[in-house]
C-alpha cells in the first residue's frame, strides 16, 4: 500500500515536467511526511483536455457519502478490483491522475516495534505514481479528492510490503490519462525490480506531526 509519502519537487518544475498549467492554490513542496487527508499536487486533465497540476484531498470520497466521515478513509485503490468496485469504477475509466512524489514510506514490525523505511526511485528522480480523482459535493461544499492505484509489490518491495503504488514511466502518462486511448489497464503491474531503492529511517516519521528532511535520512547500514 503507500499511507505516507514525500514530495520535493517544487511546483513550477512539476508543472514543466508535465506540461501542465499550475492551479492557485497548490501547497508548496517540500513535505516529507504527507499524511491522508492532506491537500497534494496531481496531474489531470481539466475540462478543455489541458493537462492541469489541480490540488486534490487525499482520500477518495465515493458520490454517495454523505459526510467527510460518512465511511473508510479511501486512499488507495486495488487494481485487481478497481474496476469492479462501486466506489472506483467510474473514476478508474474517466478520471484518472498522476500523483507525483520523491519517495513513500513503508513499515516493517521487529516485535512490537513499527520501523520505517523509504523508498524512492533509483538516482534519486521523481516517482509518479497512478491515482483516481472524484469531485464530491454535499451543498455548497465542494471537494477534489483522490486516491492512490496499487497492485501486487514486486520482488524487492515484498520484503517490506505485499503491495506497491503503480509507478508509471513517462511514456506510459498519455495512456494513464486518457490522451493516448484505451488501454490503461494494462499499465497496472508491479514496477521493474531495479526500479526502486530503500532504506530505513529514524522511527521519528511514525508521527503524523513529524517534519524535515532528517526523516529521510538512512539509518546506518541499511541503505540499498
Known amino acids: 500500500m503507500c499511507g505516507r509519502f514525500v514530495i520535493t519537487l517544487p511546483n513550477d518544475a512539476m508543472a514543466q515536467l508535465f506540461g501542465a498549467a499550475p ?4 501547497s508548496q513542496p517540500p513535505e516529507y511526511n504527507v499524511c491522508p487527508t492532506a491537500r497534494i499536487a496531481a496531474v489531470r486533465l481539466g475540462e478543455s483536455g489541458a493537462r492541469r497540476l489541480s490540488a486534490l484531498r487525499w482520500g477518495f470520497l465515493p458520490s454517495w457519502y454523505d459526510s ?3 465511511g ?9 478490483t478497481i474496476a469492479d468496485k462501486p466506489a472506483f469504477r467510474e473514476a478508474a475509466r474517466a478520471r484518472r491522475c498522476l500523483i507525483p512524489c520523491t519517495g513513500f514510506y513503508e513499515w516493517t514490525r521487529d516485535g512490537d516495534s513499527r520501523l520505517p523505511w523509504f523508498i ?3 538516482h534519486g528522480t521523481p516517482l509518479v505514481m497512478a491515482g483516481i480523482w472524484q469531485s464530491w459535493a454535499r451543498g ?3 471537494i477534489d479528492t483522490c486516491a492512490i492505484v496499487t497492485c501486487a509489490a514486486n520482488d524487492s518491495m515484498a520484503q517490506l510490503h505485499h503491495r506497491m503504488p503503480v509507478i508509471l514511466e513517462p511514456q506510459d502518462w498519455p495512456l494513464w490519462l486518457g490522451e493516448a486511448g484505451h488501454g490503461a489497464a494494462r499499465l497496472m503491474r508491479p514496477a521493474p525490480e531495479d526500479c526502486l531503492e530503500m532504506w530505513r529511517v529514524a522511527p521519528a516519521v ?4 513529524a517534519h524535515g528532511p532528517d526523516l529521510i535520512a538512512p ?5 540499498d
Not at 492551479?23 to 497548490?26: A, I, K, M, R, V
Not at 473508510?72 to 485487481?80: D, K, S, W
Not at 539509518?219 to 541503505?223: G, N, R, S
Open 23 to 26: 492551479d492557485n492554490d497548490l
Open 68 to 70: 467527510l466521515t460518512a
Open 72 to 80: 473508510p478513509l479511501l486512499i488507495n485503490a486495488r487494481a485487481e
Open 120 to 122: 524512492r526511485r533509483r
Open 140 to 142: 455548497a461544499e465542494r
Open 206 to 209: 511514525n508521527s503524523n506531526r
Open 219 to 223: 539509518v546506518p547500514d541499511t541503505a
